[in-house]
């Protein structure tokens, strides 16, 4: 069981959008803590995608944004292709574990 | 360019002991806090360890606490991670992993080292 609750698959047509979400509680997104996303290719290691809710490395296409609210956060891909198919994870920082959190991990598919 | 290459990974069996290296390059090593993160086969990330640019200041998931240790040494650009009283569920894929240096997120990741426990 994950700290940080992700859906577990999410899929969408070629041009299409798709969003994640990613919910955590008063010890990690809900104290303000900042949302980070990665993303995972199978046979990979995670690469950054989106650091501090909404910004992007260099070289990562701005199809990718990401957003914080409350005890939640998003990330949102516009113009799907079929090179998006990954894992992808949202991570904060938890309060009380005094480590850092990963959510469970969303599966995209792209139909 | 930066690098983090992990090694030392393997069969070990239950009870036993490894460790885990990870070289960097392309950055100033001393100057950065790393971690490690392990994924357990068709698993999720799981943060393991924390350790400060000069290694005074360590963390742990409850899950490893009391069994591994975490350490540096800057003049070699070298992380570790020591592993002892292995257990099945201590098997996955580990990787070390840069801290960014203005939040905690991490900005640049090893290709990884599988660890098997088993007997």
């Known amino acids: 069981q994950s700290v940080l609750t992700q859906p577990p698959s999410v899929s969408g047509a070629p041009g299409q959008t798709v969003t994640i979400s990613c919910t955590g509680s008063s010890s990690n997104i809900g104290a303000a803590y900042d949302v980070h996303w990665y993303q995972q290719v199978p046979g990979t290691a995670p690469k950054l995608l989106i650091y501090a809710n909404s910004d992007r490395p260099s070289g990562v296409p701005d199809r990718f944004s990401g957003s914080r609210s409350g005890t939640s956060a998003s990330l949102a891909i516009t113009g799907l292709q079929t090179e998006d198919e990954a894992q992808y994870y949202c991570q904060s920082y938890d309060s009380g574990l005094s480590g850092a959190v990963f959510g469970g991990g969303t599966k995209l598919t792209v139909l | 360019e930066v690098q983090l290459v992990e090694s030392g990974g393997g069969l070990e069996q239950p009870g036993g002991s490894l460790r885990l290296s990870c070289a960097a390059s392309?950055?100033?090593?001393?100057?950065?806090?790393m971690i490690w993160v392990r994924q357990a086969p068709g698993k999720g990330l799981e943060w393991v360890s924390y350790?400060?640019?000069?290694?005074?200041?360590?963390s742990y998931a409850d899950s490893v606490k009391g069994r591994f240790t975490i350490s540096r040494v800057n003049t070699k650009n070298s992380l570790y991670l020591q592993m002892t009283s292995l257990r099945g569920e201590d098997t996955a894929v580990y990787y070390c992993?840069?801290?960014?240096?203005?939040?905690?997120?991490?900005?640049?990741w090893g290709q990884g080292t599988l660890v098997s426990v088993s007997s």
């Open positions: 392309g950055f100033t090593f001393s100057s950065y806090e």
């Open positions: 992993a840069r801290v960014s240096d203005s939040n905690y997120f991490f900005d640049y």
């Open positions: 350790i400060s640019s000069v290694g005074n200041t360590v």
